[in-house]
Antibody, heavy 113, light 107 residues
Framework: QVQLVQSGAEVKKPGSSVKVSCKASGGSFSSYTITWVRQAPGHGLEWMGRIIPILEITNYAQKFQGRVTITAHTSTSTTYMEVTSLRSEDTAIYYC??????WGQGTLVTVSS | DIQMTQSPSSLSASIGDRVTLTCRASQSINSFLNWYQQKPGKAPKLLIYGASSLQSGVPSRFSGSGSGTDFTLTINSLQPEDFATYYCHQSYTTPWTFGQGTKVDFK
């Protein structure tokens, strides 16, 4: 059984950056694909990108290209998702997931001056 | 990007009702279609994968069908714990995309 545990809530100023972590346990981390999805308040789910650690491959939604970076540290089974140049519209819950079935608990990022 | 369109956006139903939700892809996604249930404050929960395979532990009143561009999620005999928002999701190609959701509430 795979378990994904994310870092805690963040409050950030516009223009700053945030880095959210997602630590995996159970299974073989290097064989995972870790996906990041966000959900703005009262809105639906939005796919941001993914990383395949064993192949060191990342894919991003065009909307986030250049502003989002996903990395993975296989030694600690942890994936990171960084968003730069934050704006109020980035206020959302950010989820990591692997496969379709295993999701982290979500991390609320609030962008406010 | 593949657009996923769900209908209806919301529906009201009663305990015991049979409910059918639909999802349409803007191009063929074969059977790379998943259905999720989400309750407020919680992460999405996988119900159906591969268009019609029931995820382990999910009650058998949930079923999925379809392939290509048109898909349905059926809930037979709606239970109180089924009031939630349901999302379809295509994993055929990146960027993966989700439908806008169907909220099922109590009539």
């Amino acid at each position: 059984q795979v378990q994904l545990v994310q870092s805690g809530a963040e409050v950030k100023k516009p223009g700053s950056s945030v880095k959210v972590s997602c630590k995996a346990s159970g299974g073989s981390f290097s064989s995972y694909t870790i996906t990041w999805v966000r959900q703005a308040p009262g809105h639906g789910l939005e796919w941001m990108g993914r990383i395949i650690p064993i192949l060191e491959i990342t894919n991003y939604a065009q909307k986030f290209q250049g502003r989002v970076t996903i990395t993975a540290h296989t030694s600690t089974s942890t994936t990171y998702m960084e968003v730069t140049s934050l704006r109020s519209e980035d206020t959302a819950i950010y989820y990591c997931a692997t496969g379709p079935e295993f999701w982290g608990q979500g991390t609320l990022v609030t962008v406010s001056s | 990007d593949i657009q996923m369109t769900q209908s209806p956006s919301s529906l009201s139903a009663s305990i015991g009702d049979r409910v059918t939700l639909t999802c349409r892809a803007s191009q063929s996604i074969n059977s790379f279609l998943n259905w999720y249930q989400q309750k407020p404050g919680k992460a999405p929960k996988l119900l159906i994968y591969g268009a019609s395979s029931l995820q382990s532990g999910v009650p058998s009143r949930f079923s999925g069908s379809g392939s290509g561009t048109d898909f349905t999620l059926t809930i037979n005999s709606l239970q109180p714990e089924d009031f939630a928002t349901y999302y379809c999701h295509q994993s055929y190609t990146t960027p993966w995309t989700f439908g806008q959701g169907t909220k099922v509430d109590f009539k």
